[in-house]
């Protein structure tokens, strides 16, 4: 089934978890009221909204505005400290999914009195072309399950990094100036350099045994020596890693590359 997925959708089932994909695709079957994974594939291969809503679910792009809330607090004091020095500052948000996360940064960056979001420019990236749009457009919808006003009830002054019309929220040109945005495939593109921080949030957990460290390593490598990473929060710095990495905040998931 999973191989002939793949001939179907722009997607490696190879590079995720079986038990994860299998529940994915079987919550589509009972959504598209299809009762056999026959039945299932040829509906599949005539229908180009069903492809599209398999790869979403696939590829879980869920993201929000300053998902874990704790973190992002937490990581103020790092940005204020990495920003007090007379340098840019680089930032890569790797899987960025449709670009809230280092929209949340850029935000925050310019938010909190104490950091200097000139000295900060962001680098968004993900597997798929069509979060990367959402990203560079930059309009997210209050909907029945998301509710934008809530999720950036972190920053002191929210009205004055998105603009609002209805129930879309726009993220403004001082934000988005500060972030560009790229497609980068974690397996298949490897390491990047000479960042400061960088995110690799929620993509680990349903990412196959196999893939986990070279997904890890890659972000990982791509840090200069004392470089900051954060991990989701359910998530953990892989055991053939730990000596490489001091934890500055362990509940948070924060740490810093020590060699
Ligand atoms: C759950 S989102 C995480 C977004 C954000 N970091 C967060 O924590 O909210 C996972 C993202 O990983 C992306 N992704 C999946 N496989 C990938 C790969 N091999 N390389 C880069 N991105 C990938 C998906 O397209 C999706 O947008």
Same mark, same amino acid.
């Given at each position: ?9 722009? #997607?490696? *089932?190879?590079?995720?978890? $079986? ?32 492809? $599209? ?12 505005? #300053? ?11 790092v940005?204020?400290e990495l920003s007090?020095e007379?340098r840019r500052i680089k930032v890569w ?7 809230? $996360? ?17 000295r900060i420019e962001?680098l ?44 879309? #929220? ?21 390491k990047k350099s000479g960042f400061h921080l960088a995110f ?10 196999? #893939? ?5 390593e890659a972000v990982a490598d791509s840090l200069v020596d004392g470089g900051y990473l954060v ?6 710095? *892989?055991? $053939?890693?730990?000596?490489s990495f001091d934890?500055v ?6 740490y810093r590359r020590v060699s």
């Amino acid at each position: 089934m999973l191989n002939e997925i793949d001939d179907s959708v722009d #997607f490696e *089932p190879e590079y995720y978890n $079986e038990a994860y994909l299998n529940r994915r695709i079987s919550a589509r079957m009972r959504r598209s009221d299809t009762e056999t994974h026959a039945e299932y594939l040829s509906f599949l291969q005539s229908n180009p909204d069903e492809r $599209e809503a398999l790869m979403d679910s696939l590829t879980i792009n869920v993201t929000n505005f #300053f998902r874990n809330p704790k973190m992002w607090n937490a990581l103020r004091p790092v940005l204020q400290e990495l920003s007090a020095e007379n340098r840019r500052i680089k930032v890569w948000s790797a899987p960025c999914a449709d670009g809230r $996360e280092p929209y949340s940064l850029a935000m925050l960056a310019l938010d909190d009195p104490e950091i200097n979001a000139r000295r900060i420019e962001i680098l968004g990236t993900d597997i798929s072309d069509e979060a990367l749009e959402h990203a560079r457009e930059g309009t997210y919808e209050t909907t029945r399950t998301t509710n934008i006003e809530e999720e950036l009830s972190l920053l002191d002054n929210p009205t004055k990094y998105v603009t609002q019309d209805d129930n879309k #929220f726009t993220v403004t040109d001082s934000v988005k100036s500060m972030v560009s945005f790229e497609r980068h495939d974690l397996i298949a593109d490897g390491k990047k350099s000479g960042f400061h921080l960088a995110f690799c949030r929620n993509l680990l957990i349903y990412i196959d045994t196999e #893939f986990k460290l070279p997904v890890f390593e890659a972000v990982a490598d791509s840090l200069v020596d004392g470089g900051y990473l954060v991990v989701g929060m359910t998530e953990t710095v *892989p055991p $053939e890693c730990r000596d490489s990495f001091d934890a500055v905040n362990k509940r948070c998931r924060i740490y810093r590359r020590v060699s």
